[in-house]
């Protein structure tokens, strides 16, 4: 086991498989509609959850997790001797980050030795993702706190493009507006090409009730990048609830940063 833990939240919506490979610990936001307040984490059918989301005649609304979630999670860790690197949503978007913070400090009252460093991630959904794979290999490999913090920082910015095209960087910004799907899909392609002109060969999509032209989007970038994504996940309620069906999204990074 790494001596630093890696945690996130639940909008960085990584596949199951590749958060329990990653040994990364998972704080789930909050939605509240007609069925009440539940975890985001405890939502497993999307589509029912969309299908309300189209009938229903009061928005849902989301909510941050309370510190004593993070201190659910960091408090085990902490007694465990383990430090602690833990990685957010874009505190543009939401409060989450604070929260993380505030569970930080009291952690450090009650457990003088305890190192938490709690990172913005300025980002979110896959962008968040892949910023917490790319630090998790860090953790796996032994590196130290500062270390891990360091690789979460240092590919900060490389959002999540989404039509119309927004950039989902420190808060939800229209960049441009595109009049057409076609147009708007010819234009990821083009977010895709650039990111690869980067250097980024890690690359993920994600959609919000979009599977086909996910799909179509994925067929592209095998073409692009010569290579499987690293995950394709579906946005869950939290961020899906503020941008509605029909998202699809892309993000990426060097694939060395992961592992």
């Known amino acids: 086991m790494a001596e630093v833990a890696v945690v996130t939240d639940s909008t960085c919506y990584l596949p199951a498989d590749l958060v329990a490979a990653g040994d990364v610990q998972v704080v789930s936001l909050y939605v509240t509609d007609a069925s009440g307040q539940r975890r985001e984490t405890d ?5 029912a959850f969309y299908a309300g989301l189209r009938d229903a005649a009061t928005l849902p609304t989301t909510s941050q997790p309370s ?12 007694a465990s001797g383990r430090e602690i690197v833990s990685i957010h949503l874009s505190g543009g978007i939401s409060g989450t980050v604070e929260g993380a913070r505030q569970a930080a400090a009291e952690v450090a009252r009650s457990h003088p030795d305890a190192r938490i460093e709690v990172v913005d991630s300025t980002v979110g959904a896959g962008a968040l993702g892949l910023v917490v794979l790319a630090a998790g290999a860090r953790a796996r490999a032994d590196a130290g706190r500062e270390e891990v913090a360091a690789a979460a920082q240092a590919w900060l910015g490389g959002a999540l493009k989404i039509k119309p095209i927004l950039t989902l960087d420190r808060e939800i910004t229209p960049v441009e507006r595109v009049r057409t799907s076609k147009r708007a899909f010819e234009r ?58 029909g998202l699809v999204g892309f993000g990426g990074l060097p694939r060395a940063l992961l592992g």
């Open 188 to 245: 990821m392609v083009g977010f895709m090409r650039a990111r690869q002109a980067d250097g980024a060969d890690g690359w993920v999509v994600q959609h919000v009730q979009a599977t086909d032209v996910a799909e179509r989007l994925v067929e592209r970038g095998r073409d692009l990048f010569g290579c499987e994504p690293v995950f394709v996940s579906e946005v869950g309620p939290v961020i899906g609830a503020h941008v509605g069906p």
């Open 67 to 78: 510190v004593g979630d993070f201190l659910a999670v960091y408090e085990p860790l902490a």
């Open 43 to 47: 939502i497993d059918d999307y589509a």
